[in-house]
């Protein structure tokens, strides 16, 4: 039986995958970027005299810091850089920020409280796994969503109309008057969570044990480096098509 199951097991990635891919056709949910998105990505992007307003969403676990389960609690470790990268964030002047992480609320609430500490009311949102559209089944499941950047713009487009959107940490919030792909950056160490809108997000290597361990982890301080070139940028999903943050990592190590 032992030897049965190790037989089968290089054929089980390729059967989660098939699982996936059927689930996501049943559910009609999409899984691919709409023609609309890919159109405005194709727009070029020009170098901006003063920089524009954007949004940062963040995810958490695996970005900012690593979660690790225990029998009786999960210890959180946090990422090295991670409050110059707060900071960096709020006082810039050019960035709304969120959060939005597939955890639990009462675990994201840990998590936040953690990170920013006395600035969490600079958040303009803190979205867990309760605002994805999950079943109740897809919920309890650990189902694996999507980040659909269509939410997000959906709901904070009606914010900044009904004039109810929270711009404090901008320096000049009348020059934002509607959050899309050409001003918004996801940051998440997952691919598969951001493929509906692949050229607005920045994927970090993921934090996880053995970087935590190595204290060496220095990518949060590349973001920052990242982000001062992208606030300048007019379409910010045309600019990171072309220059995506990891090539622009090797291009720097060379
Ligand atoms: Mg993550």
Sequence with gaps: MGSLFSSLWPLRPFRSFCTWLIRS????????????????TSIPSIILVQPSPKLIIL???????????????????????????????????????????TARPENTKIMVDLIFENQKEKLIAIWS?????????????????????????????????????????????SELSTLDPTNTVLIDDSRFKTQLQPFNAIHPCEFDLKCSRNGDDSELKKIIKYLEVIKYQSNVAAYMKDNPFSVQEEIAGK
Aim: glycine content about 4%; proline content about 3%; aromatic content about 16%.
């Design 59 to 101: 995810d958490l676990n695996g970005t900012l810091v690593f979660r690790k389960k225990t029998k009786k609690t999960r210890k959180v470790t946090l990422r090295p850089f991670l409050k110059e990268f707060i900071d960096y964030l709020f006082t810039d002047g050019n960035f709304l920020v969120m959060v939005w992480t």
């Design 25 to 40: 056709f049943w559910s009609k949910k999409r899984t691919s970027p709409t023609k609309q998105y890919l159109n405005v």
């Design 129 to 173: 796994r309760d605002k994805f559209g999950l079943s109740k089944r897809e919920y309890e499941r650990h189902t694996v969503p999507f980040k659909d950047l269509d939410m997000v713009w959906n709901y904070f487009n009606s914010q900044i109309a009904n004039g109810n959107l929270s711009k404090n940490t901008l320096k000049n919030s």
